[in-house]
């Protein structure tokens, strides 16, 4: 069977299941496919095809057995380079951290192999995970898939640009300040951030994250399908101890009326026409699906959970991860820390904390009214790559643009991206957003937006 790649995962592991394609056949085609098109992109920076053929191996002997392999079986999937893998460095795109070889699987990483999923390589992100731009000292930079003079997104850009490009059908990713959805917008795929609690963390090999951190960044899944979300989403979520902020909540919640909130100018946004129209296109593709779907003029805060949330990411701790960025001197990560010292230094944690209470139980408030919000993942098309880089007026402009990403993760909401098309030959989507663990709610109103445009496929790179 050709193109083993082009399929969703959820067609793949049906196929394997049910011994029409063998799992070794499906890693030999993501192998090749990884050989024809990473060159170009350098969206995995590391990869051993021989434990990927091993791992192939192990499925395929389960379902001789006739043992249940799990809902991803057999399928390649990408994981990022800042959580741990066994064997591998966790670098997070530090030249800092090339010999911090994990012992042990990130319990993301540890439920995607018990789902079944062929773990095909490592993918890039910029250094520390900081920006929507990737490149780094160790790495490289990484292209966008559909326009190599537009960013991957980041920090999950290797992600986003190996999906898109159809290295695995669904890659791993983590996001406490869009770095899930931002690089499935920028490369015309689909990506979910869950709820804080949702997916089980913790990185042996690293020390223990601040409190910012633990309450706010997530892994999740990007994939050319929402579907394939919803199952990665099954698969990623099972329990593990080692994290103290796991919730055992189910993946469905009460039913809810299909309603949305559709904002096109979020708290002061002002985004550009493309993006506009790209969120009222989505909101009569949910009415056409049933929906009812309601303008609003604003939503709850979102500036001032952008600043807190700031600092929580880049405050606390900050003079040691200022020292941290110049010992590995990567431009892109001082150019962040540098440019938002005034807004995070001093930083006052029990201040911040008290006051995400407030804003949280606005926002529990509003989706007591509303089951999901639709507005945009960004102000802009996706970025020039490198913009923050290149002066003050530029980097202002980035960090202006991105608010509707940085404020989410500080209530510690669920955000989907879900590409809706192009504009010319850039990517362009929008975002929903649901209460508390009702990733359900943003996957039922993503798969009608999908629904009613093109499907997001894999690409060849463009040049």
């Known amino acids: 069977m050709q193109d083993l790649w082009r399929l969703s995962a959820t067609e793949l592991a049906s196929l394997i299941k049910s011994r029409k394609v063998s799992a070794k056949e499906a890693a030999q085609a993501g192998l090749a496919r990884l050989d024809a098109v990473n060159p170009k992109i350098n969206a995995v920076v590391d990869h051993r095809p021989d434990d990927v053929l091993a791992q192939a191996a192990s499925i395929d002997a389960a379902i001789a057995r006739g043992d249940d392999v799990g809902p991803l079986a057999g399928v390649p999937v990408t994981i990022k380079v800042n959580v741990d893998q066994e064997g591998y460095a966790t670098t997070n795109g530090l030249k800092l951290q090339r010999d911090t070889i994990a012992k042990v699987d990130n319990p993301v990483v540890a439920n995607l192999r018990k789902a079944g999923a062929v773990l095909l390589g490592r993918t890039n992100c910029p250094a520390f995970s900081y920006r929507w731009f990737t490149t780094n000292l160790i790495h490289g930079d990484t292209k966008n898939p559909r326009d ?6 980041g920090s999950s850009g290797g992600a986003g640009a190996a999906v898109a490009a159809g290295i695995g059908h669904i890659a791993h990713g983590t996001d406490i300040a869009g770095s899930i959805r931002y690089p499935a917008y920028a490369c015309g795929v689909h990506g979910l951030r869950p709820s804080m609690g949702r997916i089980p963390a913790f990185n042996p090999a690293v020390p223990e994250r601040p409190i910012g951190p633990q309450i706010s960044a997530v892994s999740g899944p990007l994939a050319r399908t929402v579907n394939d979300l919803r199952i990665a989403l099954a698969a990623m979520s099972a329990p593990d101890y080692r994290d103290p902020w ?12 299909k309603r949305v909130a559709m904002c096109l100018n979020p708290d002061g946004l002002n985004p550009v026409p493309e993006v506009v129209a790209a969120v009222a296109d989505a909101g009569k593709r949910l009415q056409r699906a049933g929906w009812i779907v309601e303008e609003i003029a604003d939503t709850p805060p979102l500036r001032e959970p952008v600043d807190i949330q700031t600092k929580l990411w880049l405050g606390d701790g900050y003079e040691a991860q ?29 201040q911040a904390l008290t006051r995400r209470a407030t804003l949280t139980r606005e926002w529990f408030a509003f989706f007591e009214k509303y089951p999901v919000l639709l507005m945009p993942v960004s102000g802009e098309l996706p970025f020039p790559d490198h913009l923050d880089c290149k002066d003050d007026a530029s980097f202002a402009r980035v960090w202006h643009a991105q608010m509707p990403q940085i404020a989410i993760p500080f209530m510690g909401l669920p955000g989907l991206t879900v590409s809706t098309g192009l504009a010319g030959r850039i990517p362009v989507g929008v ?3 649901a209460g508390r663990y009702r990733e359900d709610l943003c996957l039922a109103a993503g798969e009608a937006v999908e629904a009613g445009g093109t499907p997001s496929t894999a690409i060849d790179p463009a040049t």
């Open 148 to 153: 190599p003079g537009i960013t991957p997104g």
């Open 322 to 350: 200022l020292a941290t960025a110049e010992r590995e001197g990567d431009p892109g990560a001082l150019a962040c820390l540098r440019g938002n010292r005034a807004k995070v230094h001093p930083f006052d944690l029990s």
């Open 246 to 257: 796991y919730a055992p909540v189910p993946l469905e919640g009460a039913p809810r009326e």
């Open 431 to 433: 975002q929903l957003v």
